[in-house]
């Protein structure tokens, strides 16, 4: 399967942007691991605004750079929403809520416990009524959803947006999911290259037999990669910000990698 990426958004841990981002990916500046700032969405309504958490907050801040920088109208895009655990803090208070004898939930927990509760929040401040997936596969989540977002372009989709996003979990349920930073990534792909196209990919599935991920060279940045499932993008997001042909393994299954050869666009 071939595949255009046409727009990036990235936020993270010492990472505010995609600009950002490349300039600590090539080299012009120091990765300095911070937490990020979370803002509440413009793109919401009021109501939905003062209700969005931070997995919220994070996932649609990275999907509305990469729309900008795509300049894809983000009414018309498919999307594909991907979370190792979603929210660890809204599930923390739910199940505290459920071990207290009157076992009161509050509705705005509630709805922001569900898997899709980003995406809910994405496609109405698009004003998007395309179809959309939520998927969570732990530390292959990145993997599983680049399958299925490339999956929907051969079926039915011109153009489709993916974003993946992870925080760290309070202590309770970290041994469910040991998420060590933050970050988010979202990338716009299409089937034809477009104006601001970045690079085509072509992506297989190759056997495991002994090989490893690839990393990244920086010990900080290897770290963040190993520490949060949306971070095993960073190998590509290197290779757009330096313009370099490359293969590219990432986690997928428990006998394959996906293989991406990321060729930039002149």
């Not at 196209?197 to 490893?212: C, F, I, M, R, Y």
Request: aromatic share 8%; with cysteine; hydrophobic share 40%.
């Amino acid at each position: 399967m071939d595949f255009y990426i046409n727009g990036v958004g990235v936020a993270g841990s010492g990472m505010t942007n995609w600009q950002e981002s490349s300039a600590v990916l090539t080299g012009k500046k120091l990765y300095v691991p911070s937490e990020p700032e979370y803002v509440e969405p413009d793109i919401l309504p009021a109501n939905e605004r003062r209700r969005s958490v931070k997995t919220v907050q994070l996932a649609i801040q990275v999907a509305m750079e990469a729309v900008e920088n795509s300049r894809a109208k983000m009414e018309s895009l498919q999307t594909v929403f991907a979370s190792s655990m979603g929210d660890g803090f809204v599930m923390d208070s739910l199940f505290k809520s459920l071990a207290m004898p009157n076992k009161v939930v509050s509705p705005i927990t509630f709805h922001n416990s569900v898997h899709n509760a980003a995406a809910g929040y994405w496609l109405i401040g698009a004003g998007c009524m395309k179809a959309s997936t939520s998927i969570a596969c732990k530390e292959t989540t990145f993997g599983s959803a680049l399958m299925e977002s490339t999956s929907q372009l051969i079926m039915e989709a011109e153009e489709i947006q993916l974003v993946a996003y992870d925080i760290p979990s309070p202590k309770p349920l970290q041994y469910a999911m040991s998420t060590n930073a933050v970050f988010a990534v979202s990338f716009i792909l299409s089937r034809t290259r477009r104006e601001r196209s970045l690079a085509l990919v072509e992506l297989s599935t190759t056997p495991k037999d002994g090989n490893q991920p690839s990393g990244m060279d920086d010990v900080d940045l290897e770290a963040l990669r190993i520490g949060n499932p949306a971070a095993r993008s960073l190998p590509i997001l290197f290779s757009l910000a330096n313009g370099n042909n490359r293969d590219i393994l990432i986690e997928y299954t428990k006998q394959a990698f996906l293989r991406l050869n990321v060729k930039p666009c002149g």
